[in-house]
Structure formats: structure tokens, C-alpha cells
């Protein structure tokens, strides 16, 4: 039998548990922290000083005077522009690259439109790198980088961050994780995970899912992501491929997808299928996100063949979260990307099938939602993710970081 | 690598009980109903508008209220704002029979009705309209810093970003934006009932969309809501439960769970549908 947790794991546990909580929540005074953590005031003390000196958050004394009687607590604020991440979103067609600092504030962000198709690994890299180079530079002369990831809509291998397959992008067995840390030389390793994985923490850790551990995140870009939430954890499988929703099969028999098969949720609902329904799609059309809330919109204004669209885009969407909610029996439901979109023009058919389709227990309480976190939703993923290390074992990861980085980078 | 187990990811060993969330979406159902109407009449003269209707609307959820024009909708918003008076049945507000006079009674219990109109004043700043008729003072004067805060406040805490400063004025607004500042002036007197007349009636489909979600956002903060809507998709998209009015009757109240859109426009238009709503 194993021992129980030693002081020292006890003190990096309360010390994580503690910096999770402000960067999550936000600035907290000591009383509220104690009250919270279920920790007495001089354990509180002990843990802020030691978070103070490692330079991960400061404390102030609370801007107005609260309306308890006696000394004002301390408020420990998270060191935001000191402590800071760089977050990657590779979409099928732009590029995001955000410094987030410790608290969740994104602090600067660069954007570029990208042409579909052909990817060239080498300018891939190439463009990622320097966006993130010119947003360190901007970084102020005592912050530091304690980690790094990578939003990428494909199937990643969770051992190596290998890439293995992205429907809408050709890259089979890439390491762009170990590239693109190499080009950074930050010291720090990049990850990289699936884009709508990292949605589906995104919304559960600040956006519409906050205190739901059961939910599904569905992610419209090109095709269709999910990530699965199972009581606070996501939904991996066995090697990090799982929660591959868009990839359901919903009508056998439909429509032709990129990963050979036929009639997957995301060939039924994505993109292609709803401009090519609403009798917009051929070459030299519109495509992306603009194109997908044009269709929307013209349904809104009462365009029927973008309304039969929406439709028949919606009936499907319904069945695929049907058997969700079958098989899962989530709390929450929660509809991102260009699907919040599609969600919100079609809510009558999605539910109605949903009505029909899902067994009645599990359907009652379900709330179906659309992401808080807007477009920034796997961005701001690609950041809590990178934040993991530092959140586990605060202190022993700034003492890493500190040394080497500091000359690394100037 | 080897990488923790991500944001999600907990950290074995028990000494310290992960924080918890702050409180957030009460639980749906079954809530005792924070609005409850039971056997509503009410006439103008010769003309009965509503028959004995009975509506229910629950803390943390959107309650739809459909029907086509004429069927009783906004007479029973204004009987559930206090201005007009049932002629019979029972108003019971978090189980206790009440009887409201005025608008300012229904206020007083927390019962704010945002109507189609608006009824904002173009010509003042957001802040003015929020605390209009019921500016706070500090002796003689206005406190205006004490309004401005609480006002940039109440919209912070509705998610609400795209407003810009709250010294605009409500002329430089758009429709959707005036919209917010409706809501967010209901919500600013810690109501715990809000109406909403169309909300989305003149709104492009992006400002649509940004209500939806701040009706939705008010009701996952524990209000009880009450959606009028004609848009079946904004309808589904939000709501819990969708009361029917048909010719001045309570066709059905269902759980949105549970019907088809299919279901709900036979409700509207004949008043039942199958096994649903009122008999031959």
C-alpha cells in the first residue's frame, strides 16, 4: 500500500491548487482564497508568499474598502504580464498566434488569412515562428514563457504530439510540435493537441460550461471537431484520438467524406455541404466562416433555399446529437465555431430531431448552449492547455524557466 | 513527453478539495415556479381576451411564450407587469398570492418588463436610461460615479462587450445595442423576473444572435425569464419551456425537451396537436 502524500507533495499540490484558482477566477482576496480552498489564513499566507517570491502573483491591498469591519484582506492578483503562454490555432484557412499571460488575459495576437489546401510544412512552421518571435520581443524584459501549444484540426497522437491524420489539411506523420520549438528555442516544448479537444477544455474551464464536468464541445470549421468532457476530464481513448464526433456516421450511404467514408456528421453538416445545399458553392465562391453566417443570414431575411438548407443541415445536426446524448448523457451541449451559428438558424429542427431521437431521460436536462468564448475559443484552449505545467508544480517550473530562458531569449 | 494531463487534469493526493465553482445555473426543473398564474380572465368591455390561462415561469429558465397576433400574448404580459388587472384567477409570486396595482408593485417584487418599444430616451447617455426615475443621489446631488460604475458593472456581468463606454449616448447606438441597455436596465434592480416583448423583432441576424445569448446568460444566472417570440428557431434555440396561447387560451405549457417544432406551430394554430392541448 502507498504511503500518503508527503509534506512536500502536499505543499505543491495546495501551491497549484491556489494559482489555478486565481488564474481561473481572478483576483481573490486572502479571506476569500482561505474560505474557498478550505485552508487556514497562515497556510494562505505561506502559499501567496511563496507564489510572490517564485514572481507568479503579487498582492495588493483591495481598491475599495470592503464592507467587513476591521484590517482589509490582501487581494492576490495573478503576475499576467510576467507569467505568459504562447497559444497557436491552426485553422484550414488562417492562422492565430496570442501571448496569454497567467489569469487568462490575452495579451497581444497576430492573425493571417492562409490559402486553403496545399500545406507546406516549412513555411507553416516558418509563419508561426515569426509571429510568435515578434510577440516575445514585445514581451517585457522580466516576463517568461512557461509553455507553449498548438490548436490543429487533425488527429494527434497524444505519446509524441504526432500528427496523424487532418481531413482538410494533407499532413499525415508531422512532428510540428518538436519544429516549431526548435525554431522558437524558448526552452520550452510545444504541444500539440486537436483543435476541438482544446475547445471543449476552453468552455469548461471559462466559457459556457464552467461547473458542468459532462459536457460536449462541437467545433464547425471546414469539417466538424468534438471534444468530450467526462466528469472534468477530456475524453482521450487509448492513444488521444477520441471524441473524432465530426466523424460519426449519421447516414450511411450520404455523402463521400475525406477520411474515405461515407455520410460523417461533418460531411452531412460542414461547410461544403451547406454552401452546396443553399446553392453556393462552385469555383470562385465564397468559403469560411463569412460564407457559412451569409447562408444564416439570408435564411434570417427569408431566402427559402437557404432556409431548406439550414434545414436539412439541422436535421442532421440533430441526429448526431441525439445519439450523443444517448451514449454519453452529457449536461451540456455546447455548439462552437461556425456551428453556433448553425445551431442558432436551425435550433427548431436540431431540437425537434433531438425530440424524437433521444431517449427521454437522458434528454431532459440537457442544455444545449453556444460557445462563450466566440472565435477565440480553441486559442484560448491552446492557452489553459499550455498553462497545465505550471498550474501542477508552480514553484519548481519558474525556478526551470527562469535560468536558461532569461538568456535564451534576449 | 510527458506532459500532465491537461487543464482538466487533476493532481492525485486529497489534502485540498478542488475550488469550487462559483454558483452558477441553478438546476432546471422541478423548481417551485417563481411566477405562477392560475385561471387568468380578463375582458375590455365586451371582449374577452383571455380565457382561463394558466402560465408558470421557473427560476434559471427562458419560458417561451408563443401564439399568433391576438392571441392574448401581450395582454398577459401587461397583467403579469401589473398593468392591467385579471378579472379573475390567482397571481402567486414565489408561492404566495399577490395582488399588483401598478407596475411599480410589480417592480417592487422584482418584476421588470422590457417592451418592444424600449422606451429609452435617444437624447441621454446609457447610463441615465439605465437609472432613469430612479437615480441614486448622495444628499442633493446625483451620484453619478456610483451609477456609472454600477452600470458598467451590470453589463460586465451579462458578458456584455461590444458597448464601448457607458457615457454613450443612446442615439449612437445600434438596434441591437439599445436592446442590451433595455435588458441590462431590468436586470440592474436585482430582478428576479424578466420579460422580454420581441427582443429580436428589428435585429439583423448577428445582433439576434448576441440577445439570444444574453437572454439565455440572464436565465443560467438564476432569473426567471419570459420570452415573447414569434421565430420558431429563436424559440427552440433558448427556451426551457413554451407556454402556447391560442384565442386567448393556454393551448399547452410543455417542456421544449419534449415537443417538435411541428408540435408547437399546430399548438399556435389550432390550439392542439395529438395528445397536447386543448379538447374539441
Known amino acids: 500500500m502507498k504511503a500518503g502524500p508527503s509534506q512536500e507533495e502536499i505543499r505543491r499540490h495546495n501551491l497549484g491548487t491556489l494559482l489555478r484558482f486565481v488564474h481561473l477566477r481572478g483576483p481573490a482576496s486572502r479571506a476569500t482564497l482561505a474560505e474557498t480552498l478550505g485552508l487556514n489564513r497562515s497556510t494562505i499566507m505561506a502559499l501567496t508568499s511563496d507564489l510572490t517570491a517564485a514572481g507568479l502573483v503579487r498582492e495588493e491591498l483591495p481598491r475599495r474598502p470592503g464592507r467587513r469591519a476591521g484590517r482589509p484582506s490582501l487581494v492576490v492578483q495573478p503576475e499576467s504580464t510576467r507569467v505568459y503562454v504562447l497559444a497557436f490555432d491552426v485553422a484550414v484557412d488562417r492562422l492565430a498566434v496570442a501571448r496569454v499571460g497567467l489569469g487568462g488575459t490575452v495579451l497581444d495576437r497576430r492573425e493571417t488569412e492562409r490559402p486553403r489546401g496545399e500545406l507546406d510544412t516549412g513555411d507553416l512552421v516558418g509563419a508561426l515562428a515569426g509571429a510568435a518571435r515578434a510577440l516575445v520581443r514585445k514581451a517585457g524584459r522580466d516576463a517568461v514563457c512557461v509553455g507553449a501549444a498548438l490548436a490543429f484540426p487533425g488527429i494527434v497522437r497524444r505519446a509524441d504530439d504526432m500528427i496523424m491524420f487532418g481531413p482538410n489539411l494533407d499532413v499525415d506523420g508531422l512532428s510540428l510540435g518538436d519544429a516549431l520549438a526548435r525554431r522558437l528555442g524558448l526552452g520550452v516544448p510545444v504541444a500539440v493537441r486537436n483543435d476541438a479537444n482544446l475547445g471543449a477544455l476552453a468552455e469548461h474551464e471559462r466559457g459556457a460550461g464552467v461547473g458542468c464536468d459532462d459536457l460536449i464541445y462541437l467545433h464547425g470549421d471546414v469539417g466538424v471537431g468534438g471534444g468530450i468532457i467526462v466528469g472534468g476530464r477530456l475524453l482521450g481513448g487509448q492513444e488521444g484520438y477520441g471524441g473524432e464526433i465530426g466523424h460519426m456516421v449519421v447516414n450511411p450511404g450520404g455523402r463521400p467524406c475525406a477520411c474515405g467514408s461515407r455520410g460523417c456528421l461533418e460531411t452531412e453538416v460542414g461547410e461544403r455541404t451547406l454552401l452546396a445545399h443553399a446553392e453556393r458553392d462552385g469555383p470562385g465562391r465564397p468559403v469560411g466562416r463569412d460564407a457559412v453566417r451569409a447562408v444564416v443570414d439570408a435564411a434570417d431575411r427569408g431566402d427559402i433555399v437557404a432556409r431548406d438548407a439550414l434545414h436539412r443541415v439541422g436535421t442532421w445536426l440533430g441526429f448526431g446529437v441525439a445519439n450523443l446524448v444517448n451514449i454519453f448523457n452529457p449536461g451540456m451541449v455546447v455548439f462552437g465555431g461556425t456551428l453556433r451559428d448553425i445551431y442558432l438558424g436551425s435550433a427548431a429542427q436540431v431540437r425537434s430531431v433531438l425530440a424524437t431521437g433521444a431517449l427521454a431521460a437522458p434528454r431532459e436536462r440537457v442544455r444545449l448552449r453556444t460557445a462563450e468564448l466566440g472565435d477565440d475559443v480553441t486559442l484560448v484552449g491552446a492557452a489553459e492547455y499550455a498553462f497545465a505545467e505550471v498550474l501542477a508544480d508552480p514553484v519548481q517550473v519558474l525556478a526551470r524557466l527562469r535560468g536558461p530562458a532569461e538568456t535564451a531569449l534576449r | ?280
Open chain 2, 1 to 280: 513527453m510527458n506532459r500532465p494531463a491537461g487543464p482538466g487534469g487533476r493532481v492525485c493526493g486529497p489534502p485540498v478539495p478542488a475550488p469550487a465553482h462559483p454558483p452558477r445555473a441553478a438546476n432546471v426543473s422541478p423548481v417551485t415556479p417563481l411566477l405562477d398564474l392560475r385561471g387568468i380572465d380578463k375582458s375590455f368591455g365586451p371582449v374577452q381576451v383571455l380565457h382561463d390561462v394558466d402560465f408558470t415561469a421557473r427560476p434559471g429558465e427562458v419560458t417561451a411564450l408563443v401564439g399568433d397576433n391576438g392571441a392574448g400574448k401581450t395582454t398577459l404580459v401587461k397583467c403579469i407587469g401589473g398593468v392591467h388587472q385579471p378579472d379573475a384567477g390567482e397571481y402567486r409570486f414565489e408561492g404566495t398570492p399577490v395582488r399588483l396595482g401598478s407596475p411599480r408593485d410589480a417592480a417592487g417584487l422584482g418584476i421588470e418588463v422590457v417592451h418592444q418599444d424600449l422606451a429609452l430616451c435617444e437624447n441621454l447617455d446609457i447610463v441615465e436610461n439605465m437609472f432613469l426615475g430612479r437615480e441614486r443621489s448622495n444628499g442633493l446631488a446625483l451620484d453619478e460615479a456610483a451609477m456609472e460604475e454600477q452600470a458598467a458593472r451590470t453589463l460586465a456581468a451579462l458578458s456584455v462587450r461590444t458597448m464601448g463606454s457607458v457615457r454613450r449616448r443612446v442615439s449612437d447606438l445600434s438596434g441591437g445595442q439599445r436592446q442590451t441597455v433595455a435588458i441590462a436596465r431590468a436586470v440592474l434592480w436585482d430582478s428576479r423576473v424578466v420579460v422580454l416583448d420581441e427582443p429580436a423583432a428589428a435585429l439583423g441576424v448577428a445582433q439576434t444572435q448576441q440577445v439570444l445569448e444574453l437572454v439565455r446568460r440572464l436565465a443560467d444566472k438564476g432569473l426567471a425569464v419570459v420570452l415573447i417570440s414569434h421565430n420558431m428557431n429563436d424559440v427552440f434555440a433558448v427556451s426551457d419551456q413554451i407556454a402556447a396561447l391560442y384565442l386567448g387560451r393556454m393551448a399547452a405549457q410543455v417542456r421544449t425537451a419534449d415537443v417538435t417544432h411541428r408540435q408547437v406551430v399546430e399548438l399556435i394554430t389550432s390550439g392542439r396537436s395529438g395528445d397536447l392541448g386543448l379538447r374539441a
